[in-house]
T-cell receptor, first 113, second 114 residues
Framework: LAKTTQPISMDSYEGQEVNITCSHN???????ITWYQQFPSQGPRFIIQGYKTKVTNEVASLFIPADRKSSTLSLPRVSLSDTAVYYC??????????????FGTGTRLQVTL | DAGITQSPRYKITETGRQVTLMCHQT?????MFWYRQDLGHGLRLIYY???????DKGEVPDGYVVSRSKTENFPLTLESATRSQTSVYFC?????????????FGEGSRLTVL
């Protein structure tokens, strides 16, 4: 299973763009990269998923270089409500390895005025 | 309502007692998972299940027992609770092929072992 490495914490001001990078050097061919967000006292929730290049949805963008050994979650114009812990996961979507999805320690993002 | 629910949300027990945390999902998802999250740490996988009657260990299975007689339920039992098992426990489920494999989490069960 691919191990991921993320910064422990990040700080940002409201209105700025925040980029959180995740390293996954031993990502497998069938692995996807998925990001989750967790607010205090809540379970994590899915933000975005990608396999290569760029994926964008209504809340974030995910940039994946050609070698797929890292990925960057981009949050445009963050607000105070984006203060949360962000987790990067790497694994297959529908294969046996998808079963043992493991979370790292995540990146704690603190947004202030 | 559809979704994934955990019970109890809060539980205080004593060392040595048996505790069961319940998890119920209404999507008929095949996969279900139990994670624990300790203060200041990420989530660690305890056990998971690929289908009814199929379970397997995760990262930290010691001291826990699971069962899955029905697709929708995945109870987690601490047979003899210890203080080190004080934690927040999250249950999650996911569907099968053709989806993003997104995990859907419950609201968590906060367990305190005295």
């Amino acid at each position: 299973l691919a191990k991921t490495t993320q910064p422990i914490s990040m700080d940002s001001y409201e209105g700025q763009e925040v980029n959180i990078t995740c390293s996954h050097n031993n990502i497998a061919t069938n692995d996807y990269i998925t990001w989750y967000q967790q607010f205090p006292s809540q379970g994590p929730r899915f933000i975005i998923q990608g396999y290569k290049t760029k994926v964008t949805n209504e809340v974030a963008s995910l940039f994946i270089p050609a070698d797929r050994k890292s990925s960057t979650l981009s949050l445009p114009r963050v607000s105070l409500s984006d203060t949360a812990v962000y987790y990067c996961l790497v694994g297959g979507r529908n294969t046996g390895t998808a079963s043992k999805l493991t979370f790292g320690t995540g990146t704690r993002l603190q947004v202030t005025l | 309502d559809a979704g994934i629910t955990q019970s109890p949300r809060y539980k205080i027990t004593e060392t040595g007692r048996q505790v069961t945390l319940m998890c119920h999902q209404t999507w008929s998802h095949s996969y279900m998972f139990w994670y624990r999250q300790d203060l200041g740490h990420g989530l660690r996988l305890i056990y998971y299940s690929a289908a009814a009657d199929i379970t397997d260990k995760g990262e930290v299975p010691d001291g826990y027992v699971v069962s899955r007689s029905k697709t929708e339920n995945f109870p987690l039992t601490l047979e003899s609770a210890t203080r080190s098992q004080t934690s927040v426990y999250f249950c999650a489920s996911r569907g099968l092929a053709g989806t993003t494999g997104e995990l859907f989490f419950g609201e968590g069960s906060r367990l305190t072992v005295l």
